[in-house]
């Protein structure tokens, strides 16, 4: 199985703070990488897949970048409603996994 | 608008097997796979398996393999996950999801509400 390792496990941050957690994959998974914010007691949403692409609808502060084993995600600008656990994903290979998540919290 | 609807919470007793549902709207049931993915309590998400909605094909993960089983029914834009065998470990939230990708990829671009499965003697 790909192993999917997330950093920080966690952080503390404010209103309009630049965010930047971090995915490596285990082994190269190309592009093959999305990621997703999770409120408590909500569902995964989407944010950014292939690596890069901006999921519809998601505002412009989420960005992605990344290839072959080592990714990020960056909130530009850190928004109330940021406040979550954040996973990557990866599609490259069956079993498709998860990371162990990020949670941003309030500072 | 796209929806995924599941089935409501379950409790099973150790041994036992478990069906959920996922009703899909708004979009073309069969022009998407769907896939399964499940929660425990303060874990990250944890990939079961696909299904193509409109051959019927799976993917199952080697974890689950013998299991889980993903089938749908295109009459209905509805698909379901049963698993057998359950274990006290099997306790989450269970969730269907779309793939929003047509191509090798996948991503998750609409998830359902999620169904609570308890495992308990």
């Known amino acids: 199985d790909i192993q999917m390792t997330q950093s920080p496990s966690s952080l503390s941050a404010s209103v309009g703070d630049r965010v930047t957690i971090t995915c490596r994959a285990s082994?190269?998974?190309?592009?093959?990488l999305s990621w997703y914010h999770q409120r408590p007691g909500r569902a995964p949403k989407l944010l950014i897949y292939?690596?890069?692409s901006l999921q519809s609808g998601v505002p412009s502060r989420f960005s992605g970048s990344g290839s072959g084993t080592d990714f990020t995600l960056t909130i530009s600008s850190l928004q109330p409603e940021d406040f979550a656990t954040y996973y990557c994903?990866?599609?490259?290979?069956?079993?498709?996994?998860f990371g162990q998540g990020t949670k941003v919290e309030i500072k | 608008q796209v929806q995924l609807v599941q089935s409501g919470a379950e409790v099973k007793k150790p041994g036992a097997s478990v069906k959920v549902s996922c009703k899909a709207s708004?979009?073309?049931?069969?022009?998407?796979?769907t896939h399964w993915v499940r929660q425990a309590p303060g874990q990250g998400p944890e990939w079961m398996g696909w299904?193509?909605?409109?051959?019927?094909?799976?993917k199952y993960a080697p974890k689950f393999q013998g299991r889980v089983t993903l089938t749908r029914d295109t009459s209905s834009s509805t698909a379901y996950m049963e698993l057998s065998g359950l274990r006290s470990d099997d306790t989450a939230l269970y969730y269907c999801?779309?793939?929003?990708?047509?191509?090798?990829?996948?991503?998750?671009?609409?998830w359902g509400q999620g169904t609570l499965v308890t495992v308990s003697s």
């Open positions: 082994q190269s998974i190309s592009i093959y």
């Open positions: 999801a779309r793939d929003g990708s047509h191509t090798a990829m996948s991503y998750f671009d609409y």
């Open positions: 299904i193509n909605a409109n051959s019927g094909d799976t």
């Open positions: 292939a690596a890069s």
């Open positions: 708004g979009h073309t049931f069969t022009g998407y796979y």
């Open positions: 994903h990866q599609s490259y290979s069956t079993p498709q996994t």
